[in-house]
């Protein structure tokens, strides 16, 4: 049984956690060896939306929705970790329900840890692990939870969820790799950012006084960076840029997650200049990838493509293998039916056609997915080395332009004494 209880520790602090025991005797020996002085316990009543609904008042219960949503949004990794030692327990020869006990007592995240606490209650029920996991959709993608189930009607949970585990840590790396790519140019820009206007608020005007004093015609270009300076320094001007870039941001956002807006936003995706090569690159990987180790572990063929569907996230290449999903269904060899659509290229197209012939699908799925892995962190290396020093540049000029511009009438002043 799972008991939720607050303590004291031995320094007077206040913790609240999840823990599995047999008893509430139990519980509170095994908090009282880890040194926690037990203030209330009770049995856990699980994961209730009726509950949540009733707690505490509007604000308090909106704090815990946003903290819990974006707990959950992190959990990605949790769920690799998760799913290794899962696989580790299983493939030791333990039991499903004693592996989940041993598991939930090492989960650090606190939203994560009543999830799984929730999947071992309704597994001691008599549910299957695919529906535990399916009634927490939010975290467990349909990928994962198809997979679940066609390893327990095949016998092969302990392998498929050594599969799911390799899976989401190759995400969670390629997921890794991308971030570190983009915080460092973006911490450049912002950096840039904050200087530029720290010199067009703080030293420009400073600078402007004294222009005004001399009481002569300044260049075009000192005109033009105390005109800008000016209009940064006036509240007048900012407060309403400001909050009307905040208006634009909220609209923009609202209208893209409309049809006709994340539409707009799919297609300007696949035709961006820079950012489409590498777009394109990561629904291939996507898409083969997980479809190949979908056939791998005996999924429907066109199953396969329902759930490879969602995990692209793209409505114009959602559209295109709803497409190829029909053709198959109606006869068509995949090779054939993924010719007809635009979001492969012709080499994977020659594989994937290869793959078919010699029935190997799966396998060959798989291998273009690994190539396209590795092409993904030297696009990744590429575009890092080229955004860095552009960043770079651009902060040179635009400073040496203001400075420039500041010193010309001293230059000028200087030539006339």
Same mark, same amino acid.
């Given at each position: ?11 007077? $602090? @206040? !913790? ?15 908090? =009282? ?14 994961? /209730?939306?009726? +509950? ?12 815990? @929705? ?28 333990? #039991? ?6 041993? %598991? ?10 009543? %999830? ?20 927490? /959709? ?23 969820? *050594? ?7 190759? =995400?969670?790396?390629? +997921? $890794? ?7 460092? #140019? ?60 905040? !208006? ?14 994340? =539409?707009?936003?799919? *297609? ?11 777009? @394109? ?21 066109? =199953?396969?493509?329902?759930?490879? @569907?969602? &995990? ?6 959602? +559209? ?11 006869? $068509? ?33 798989? +291998? ?6 590795? *092409? ?8 890092? /080395?080229? &955004? ?9 000029? !635009? ?9 010309? #009438? &001293? ?7």
């Amino acid at each position: 049984m799972v008991y939720e209880y607050q303590a004291l520790t031995r320094k007077g $602090s @206040k !913790v609240s956690d999840l823990i599995d025991a047999p008893s509430e005797l139990s519980a509170k020996q095994k908090l =009282k060896s880890k040194g926690l002085y037990v203030v209330r316990i009770a049995r856990h009543e699980g994961i /209730s939306k009726d +509950k949540e609904t009733s707690k505490n008042g509007s604000i308090n219960r909106l704090f815990t @929705k946003a903290q819990e949503y974006f707990s959950l949004k992190l959990s990605s990794k949790q769920i690799g970790i998760f799913s290794r030692q899962l696989s580790t327990l299983l493939n030791a020869g333990m #039991p499903l329900l004693v592996a989940m006990t041993d %598991i939930i007592d090492q989960i650090e995240n606190k939203h994560f840890k009543r %999830i799984i606490v929730d999947i071992k209650e309704k597994l001691e029920e008599g549910s299957s692990l695919s529906n535990c996991l399916a009634r927490h /959709s939010n975290v467990f993608s349909d990928m994962y939870i198809n997979m679940v189930r066609v390893g327990e009607n095949m016998g092969s949970l302990d392998q498929v969820i *050594e599969r799911l585990a390799e899976l989401q840590e190759k =995400k969670n790396v390629l +997921k $890794s790799k991308v971030q570190s790519a983009l915080y460092y #140019p973006a911490f450049l820009s912002l950096f840039a950012f904050a200087v530029i206007i720290f010199l067009m608020v703080s030293a420009v005007p400073a600078l402007a006084r004294i222009f005004a004093d001399m009481g002569r015609e300044l260049p075009l270009p000192t005109k033009i960076v105390l005109w800008v300076s000016g209009l940064l320094t006036n509240l007048y001007f900012t407060v309403p840029f400001i909050t009307a870039i905040i !208006v634009i941001i909220y609209m923009l956002n609202r209208y893209i997650k409309t049809p006709e807006g994340k =539409k707009k936003a799919d *297609e300007l995706k696949l035709k961006l200049p820079v950012i489409r090569t590498f777009y @394109k690159k990561i629904i291939i990987l996507n898409f083969t990838q997980n479809m190949g180790i979908l056939l791998n572990n005996r999924v429907d063929i066109l =199953k396969s493509f329902e759930i490879v @569907k969602k &995990i692209v996230r793209n409505i114009i290449i959602e +559209k295109q293998i709803e497409e190829v999903a029909k053709k198959v269904k109606e006869g $068509s060899s995949v090779s054939n039916a993924l010719s007809k659509s635009e979001f492969l290229p012709k080499l994977v197209l020659g594989m994937i056609n290869a793959g078919e012939s010699s029935d190997q699908l799966d396998a060959m799925l798989i +291998k273009i997915g690994n190539v396209y892995e590795t *092409e993904m962190d030297m696009t990744l290396s590429g575009l890092t /080395s080229l &955004i860095e020093p552009v960043i770079i540049l651009f902060l040179g000029v !635009v400073m040496a332009l203001i400075i420039v511009s500041v010193l010309l #009438p &001293i230059f000028e002043m200087n030539l006339m004494v």
